[in-house]
């Protein structure tokens, strides 16, 4: 009953013990690790495929409610800044991080559901796009007119940015650009070569001709052949052409 102990056994089984313990512990992990990976690569496969018909599943009232825009909204910003919005299929899945797939899984356990509809904002290079002949945002569709803002990554727009790309809002735009900056080329320009009020006038009339001209060139042809390029025609459309 009163036997020695003896140190070195006692040490072999504290060691057996805590290695069983380790051993539960490791195996809880990797599971989880196991069933985490699982529910990533499944939300990937929905974010891949086309939505399946119906209605949204997500309860408004549980939505943080400065995230939430209606389609409106989403359509002028896409035509401001050329922008494309459409299904996360047509993404470019190497594009996408590893936040958006967490802010998805979050969403889904915050609601207790399946967001079903995905869409993403951004540029038409992030898409792969449909042959028919700077920064994303992950969206989850509410009802037929609203929807919910999951994540955002990437670089925020230059300043200039909704500038450059105003040319591209419309015909009408186009023209308006043209008008902008030629008009002042037109009559700004001979001020600076000629110095009588007489050849200042002519060549104001002449440039001004050749801008009307070209102009009118420009908005037929160019306007037409790339009618459907425009901001207000392509922003949610899934072809580039």
């Known amino acids: 009953m009163f036997t020695s102990v003896d140190i070195q056994n006692e040490l072999i089984k504290a060691r057996q013990k805590h290695a069983e313990v380790q051993g539960a512990l490791m195996n809880e992990v990797q599971s989880a690790l196991k069933q985490g990976k699982q529910a990533d690569e499944y939300i990937l496969s929905r974010l891949r495929t086309a939505p399946k018909p119906g ?6 009232e549980l939505l943080e409610k400065n995230r939430i825009f209606s389609v409106d909204d989403i359509k002028s910003i896409c035509i401001d800044y050329r ?3 459409l ?26 559901e399946e967001v079903k509809h995905l869409k993403i904002m951004g540029a038409a290079k992030f898409f792969k796009l449909e042959d028919r002949n700077k920064d994303p945002l992950l969206f989850a569709r509410i009802d037929e007119t609203n929807y919910y803002l999951i994540h955002k990554w990437g670089k925020d727009f230059a300043w200039y940015n909704k500038i450059l790309v105003y040319p591209f809002r419309s015909i009408l735009a186009l023209l308006m650009s043209m008008l902008i900056v030629g ?3 037109v009559f700004l320009t001979p001020l600076l070569f000629f110095h009588t009020a007489k050849d200042i006038q002519y060549y104001q009339m002449l440039y001004l001709a050749a801008f009307t001209v070209y102009t009118f060139f420009v908005m037929v042809f160019g306007g037409f052949t790339f009618y459907k390029k425009f901001s207000k025609i392509c922003w949610n459309s899934p072809y580039f052409n």
């Open 183 to 185: 008009l002042p080329i």
């Open 87 to 112: 299904d996360s299929k047509y993404f470019k899945m190497e594009e996408l991080p590893y936040d958006a797939v967490i802010a998805v899984k979050n969403l889904e356990k915050h609601l207790g």
């Open 55 to 60: 209605k949204s599943n997500i309860n408004p």
């Open 83 to 85: 922008l494309r919005f």
